[in-house]
């Protein structure tokens, strides 16, 4: 099946079977492909295995989530490569049925003009995703988007993000579990300003991370005040004012 040849645009299948040559070969049963392109990325270097931020919603002609086998929760939608021949692993950050939903895909090759396909309508509900293969070459992934308690790790580490509070603690766990609307889905809003009186969320098993003494660690972060020394990451607990 050549998809590229094949379909140009959005395509009802109705109840055709249509082979995916994945990994487990299976014959899939599904009515709707939606191509997405990527754009913008205007340097000549190609990335390898880059998880990339799909907002689905029915601003996009063609997508309608009553095509959805499962609109509730997406559990029928998947990604294939350009050729249809591979499956790609997906993560939904967030599912809004009434709104946008937004999810992570590892597209194998990044570069400007490489095409894949959004596929779903598959009320048999077979394919098979490893939602946490999209952060294979990550120590770690937070998406802080929990309403309350623990900040789940995306990643097969599974080194989830306790809260940990201050001298107040009923109130300082409150604010540490605030959720606010983020650049990717909700974040969480930490209220106070001092670990040693504040909180924090904890991540207890980091020295099994072995990341040694060179690393990236990157995020969205929105300080709203605090004093002169803001910490946003640290591995020490303990408050210095240097």
Known sequence: WDAAADISNDFDFNSISVRVLASN?????????????????????????????????????????????????????????????????????????????????????????????????????????????VWSNYAGVWHMGEASGIAYDSTFNCLHGVPSVGTNKLADIKQMVGSHDGVVGLSSINATYKVVAGNYMHIPSYDALGLGGNFVFSGWYKPESGEKYPKLVARSITWKDN
């Open 25 to 133: 070969d299976e014959l899939l049963s599904y009515k709707k492909m939606l191509p997405i392109q990527i754009s913008g990325y205007t340097d000549s270097v190609i990335l390898d295995n880059v998880p990339l931020l799909v907002r689905l919603s029915e601003n996009i002609d063609g997508f309608n989530y009553n095509d959805l086998a499962y609109p509730n929760t997406g559990a029928d939608l998947f990604f294939v490569d350009k050729t249809g021949e591979n499956v790609l692993p997906h993560e939904i950050d967030t599912w809004n049925p009434n709104g946008e939903s937004l999810i992570w895909v590892k597209i194998p090759e990044f570069k400007s003009g490489e095409k894949f396909y959004a596929v779903y309508g598959n009320n048999d509900d077979n394919t098979v995703n490893s939602s946490k293969a």
